[in-house]
């Protein structure tokens, strides 16, 4: 059974840094694209950042310059670094990957994680 746990939210001040983890386990074929969202209190789920197979990378316009998406050598984990946080960014963070499993179709499913608290306020 897969998997994804996430680490890393909680309180910074605005100005401030924050790096968000998530870790894929169980059967895995491979790994078609790695995301964040987010949703804050009364409003609807967003992309933050996405990162598929080749490499390629998507922003949110008002995540731009801020907030870097990567993964590790294993290519199991996927971080959001995010610096220069506002309040605005306040919200509960959520990985989202599609993954290739056994049994499954090709084009992948997709999981979520439970997703993490950041809260941005002096």
């Not at 998530?22 to 949703?39: D, E, F, T």
Request: aromatic content about 8%.
């Amino acid at each position: 059974q897969v998997q994804l746990v996430e680490s890393g939210g909680g309180l910074v001040q605005p100005g401030g840094s924050l790096r968000l983890s998530c870790a894929a386990s169980g059967s895995i074929l491979s790994i078609n694209a790695m995301g964040w969202y987010r949703q804050a209190p009364g409003k609807q789920r967003e992309l933050v950042a996405r990162r598929t197979s080749d490499g390629s990378t998507l922003y949110s316009d008002s995540v731009k310059g801020r907030f870097t998406i990567s993964i590790d050598n294993a290519k199991t984990t996927v971080y959001l670094q995010m610096i220069s946080l506002k309040p605005e960014d306040t919200a509960v963070y959520y990985c989202n990957q599609v993954l290739v499993v056994p049994g499954g179709p090709r084009v992948g499913n997709i999981y979520w994680g439970q997703g993490t608290q950041v809260t941005v306020s002096s």
